[in-house]
Nanobody, 116 residues
């Protein structure tokens, strides 16, 4: 079993920045790939950014140049730095990790609200 704890959400004005963290803990697991997703009210959950075990990253077009995903393997933690936030970025943000045994785990979600 792997537990994920997200932190860093909150309220910010348009143009501001937030940094999200997702810390994974558990026994006998190794962090493989990870991703950050968002879910706005009434919408489906969608992928914003992903990172592979080799640190290859991929971003949705809507966040390219504004969001940066990174990881610290020693801490089993994945980060999402969000800059130039827009009201349209308002959503609950979830992290998902995949282990080397291909098990997937989701964080509990953290609210990000961007005011205009």
């Amino acid at each position: 079993q792997v537990d994920l704890v997200e932190s860093g959400g909150g309220l910010v004005q348009a143009g501001g920045s937030l940094s999200l963290s997702c810390a994974a803990s558990g026994t006998l697991f190794r962090l493989n790939a990870a991703g950050w997703y968002r879910q706005a009210p009434g919408k489906q959950r969608e992928l914003d950014a992903s990172i592979t075990s080799g640190d290859r990253t991929n971003y949705a077009d809507s966040v390219k140049g504004r969001f940066t995903i990174s990881r610290d393997n020693a801490k089993n933690t994945v980060y999402l730095q969000m800059n130039s936030l827009e009201p349209e970025d308002t959503a609950v943000y979830y992290c998902k990790i995949t282990t080397y045994t291909w098990a997937e785990y989701w964080g509990q979600g953290t609210q990000v609200t961007v005011s205009s």
